[in-house]
């Protein structure tokens, strides 16, 4: 294996830890303003992600820092092209990690809330964003044969693209429900688990809505045959058994399955891709691939000596984290946010 | 306005804005941890108070420093993508390892030790926050590394109309970086310092007797920062005596030296009229040869003289930095180091003289000179960062083909207005809750909840 296919899966695998764990504290936090029917069951469902949100949050950063690192064109023509989605993205994820910072330290009313609102609108606008991304990028982007982007904002939203943004949202809502149901007791856990509940077919019918878009907008007929393989068709039954594990109230095992479905399908969505990773609808011939986009051969050599050494630890110590963190919030835990 | 120009002041305001909060965080995780080490070590609740005062605002300083980061790693992407393309092969790396590194460890130890008071043993507890600090000053170190590549490009191979790496290790060790390095860590430490010298005061004036959270405070912050002042003006003057032959321009510039003289004398006062020629000035003879040679012969070089080298060498154009900014920017920092320096000599002098205690004359000094390191800081950048004009990678790539062709100007207008929107809006909430926290007694507050029994854990239910 090339040390381009080792950067392309390696990029695969932070867009998944960023997908799978901040999965779930969007999804937390897009509920806020529905399960969070006073102040404090509010600050319970905060703190059920208080220690790791910030965590999670670094995954995205890693993964665009590999981007630009192992494929400098690929940063470079997927951000400029994102621009506006790219900027809402950080206005958002700027208020909403101030927002859990700063909230719980003034007690007036309206202070809380307006940081209750930039936490829901901060959860809500990123994984709508980076599922019209990945969306965009599967389908095929105006790119000229300099690796620039021609087209405007309004060529990103197109109905496909807002599905996948929608199906990132509602996978986020579901997982974030069900993580809620594995950290919280009582009154707070029951709504946690209606509403996976009522998540669930929202998520599997979007999921087939995008699935649809899929086969009709990218290339993975030619690239995984009208079968598409063992990965994709996983993840969607995952999907399918969560919705029996929640039923079942077994909460770790529902947990497990919709991580399983987040995983796949950003699998499914870089198998599709591969070995593109950006592809132009001008001309095939332009599309970015993981070999006119990458790095020199030493510097994709250094770097995976780098990510070889220091992702198992990151992985080591985040998982730890979790492990110090497994206690429920209930209504005597002390809050720190 | 064209794209360039919005997208360098969209750098600016952004860059300047996140490092309002990089330095303190840099300064005052060590000093935390200091304080907490004291802690585990006497078991006395005077530190505890101490560590949990400064972390409260360590805390709310460290959130704005890291979201206003995020933008930081995406701007050179969205902005200077053609930048991107031409160094990634070699920018990208610094970058990607900061994030695997350092924004990995800070991030998830941070989290453990806010939410870990009640969690962990009281040594991995103090561990975590060593690990903070570690882990920003490390987040420093890789950032810098990448900025060095853009002062003084070392490792390198022009090929395929773009700069390969040839040598990590080159590039990790650029000679850029044993100045630069050293002067952000110092600057750190005065900020922390003179944050904590100024809250100090200010409770100090206000009740000077039973105060020990802030006369340790104080005491504390007078020796690290003796530590961090006289750092940056030892790394600030080799930064100097090594710019000389790297970036000669930039040293010039600072001057407002336009002609090339030996031996060279240091401005105190110019004012010229930006083509060339003084209209006035007082220059302390063979000072400037002295400082930046170690001599006092010796030829510092003018700006014509360097522009009409450049223009031989790379062909006609301006390559002559904004001097109205480099010149003000140097004497500001260097103006409010030396300053900092004498306040901190004096604050040294009150600890040892044990006067914390009876209100001394000068002491409310230490409120108003907070802003002081924020000036220097954001001064020392804009030398840095003008100074190296026209240049966005010194001596390789000019700024004008760096900037994204597939932005248009109208959409950096609305980006540059958003973020100095929400930045504004933010800086304002950011202000409150420190003078609140800032304000307070220092005192534990009472707890609001008993630690609850442990409930079902995740697994097994």
Known sequence: MDLNIIWFVLIAVLYIGFFLLEGFDFGVGILLPFLGKDDKTRRMMINTIGPHWDGNEVWLLTAGGATFAAFPHWYATMFSAFYLALFLLLLTLIARGVAFEFRSKDAHPRWRAVWDWCIFVGSLVPPLLLGVAFANMMRGMPIDATMTYTGGFFNLLNPYALVTGLMAVALCVLHGAIFLSLKTTGALQEASRKTAWRAWPAAIALVILAIIGTYLSTEIVSHLGINPGIEPIAGFVTLLVAGYFIRKKLDTWAFVMTGLTIALTVVTAFMILFPQVMVSSTDPAYSLTIYNAASSPYTLRVMTIVALIFVPIVLGYQIWSFWVFRERITEESVLEY | ?461
């Not at chain 2, 600090?133 to 022009?158: D, T």
């Not at chain 2, 000179?369 to 800081?377: E, K, Q, S, W």
Request: glycine residues 8%.
């Open chain 2, 1 to 461: 306005m064209d794209v360039m120009t919005l997208a360098r002041l969209q750098f600016a305001v952004t860059t300047v804005y996140h490092f309002f909060f990089v330095p303190l965080t840099l300064g005052l995780s060590i000093i935390v941890a200091l304080m907490q080490t004291l802690y585990v070590r006497t078991n006395r609740e005077v530190y505890k108070d101490m560590t949990k005062f400064w972390g409260k605002l360590f805390v709310i300083n460290f959130a704005m420093g890291v979201v206003t980061g995020i933008v930081q790693e995406f701007q050179f992407g969205m902005n200077w993508s053609e930048y991107s393309r031409f160094v990634g092969d070699i920018f990208g790396a610094p970058l990607a390892i900061e994030a695997l590194l350092a924004f990995f460890l800070e991030s998830t130890f941070l989290g453990l030790w806010i939410f870990g008071w009640d969690k962990l043993s009281k040594r991995v507890h103090l561990l975590s926050i060593w690990l903070v600090a570690i882990a920003s000053n490390l987040s420093a170190l890789w950032i810098l590394i990448a900025n060095s590549f853009m002062q003084q490009p070392v490792g390198y191979v022009i090929n395929n109309g773009r700069a390969e790496m040839t040598d990590f290790f080159a590039v990790v060790f650029n000679p850029n970086i044993w100045t630069q390095f050293p002067h952000v860590i110092a600057s750190g430490l005065t900020t922390a310092a003179f944050f904590i010298l100024g809250i100090s005061a200010y409770h100090l004036l206000r009740r000077p007797q039973d105060n020990a959270v802030f006369q340790r405070s104080f005491q504390i912050a007078a020796i690290v920062g003796l530590l961090g002042t006289v750092g940056v003006v030892m790394s600030g003057h080799s930064q100097m005596q090594h710019l000389v032959t790297s970036q000669p321009m930039k040293v010039a510039a600072a001057e407002a030296l336009w002609q090339t003289e030996d031996p060279a004398g240091l401005s105190l006062l110019t004012i010229g009229n930006l083509q060339g020629q003084e209209v006035f000035s007082i220059r302390i003879p063979s000072l400037l040869s002295l400082l930046a040679l170690d001599q006092l012969q010796g030829t510092v070089r003018g700006i014509n003289d360097l522009q009409a080298e450049f223009e031989q060498n790379f062909g006609p154009g301006d390559y002559t930095p904004p001097v109205f900014i480099t010149y003000w920017s140097f004497r500001a920092m260097v103006g409010a180091g030396i300053l900092m320096l004498v306040a901190n000599v004096y604050a040294l002098l009150l600890v040892m003289g044990e006067q914390l205690g009876d209100k001394p004359k000068f002491l409310r000094f230490f409120i108003w000179l907070i802003p002081l390191p924020y000036i220097a800081n954001t001064t020392g950048w804009f030398l840095t960062e003008f100074g190296r004009y026209p240049w966005i990678v010194y001596g390789l790539m000019k700024l004008e083909n760096a900037v994204s062709i597939s932005v248009s100007s109208g959409m950096v207008i609305l980006s540059l207005v958003g973020f100095t929107l929400i930045y504004g809006v933010l800086m304002v909430a950011t202000i409150y809750l420190m003078l609140k926290y800032g304000r307070q007694s220092g005192q534990p507050e009472p707890i609001e909840a008993p630690v609850g029994a442990p409930a079902v854990s995740l697994i097994g239910d």
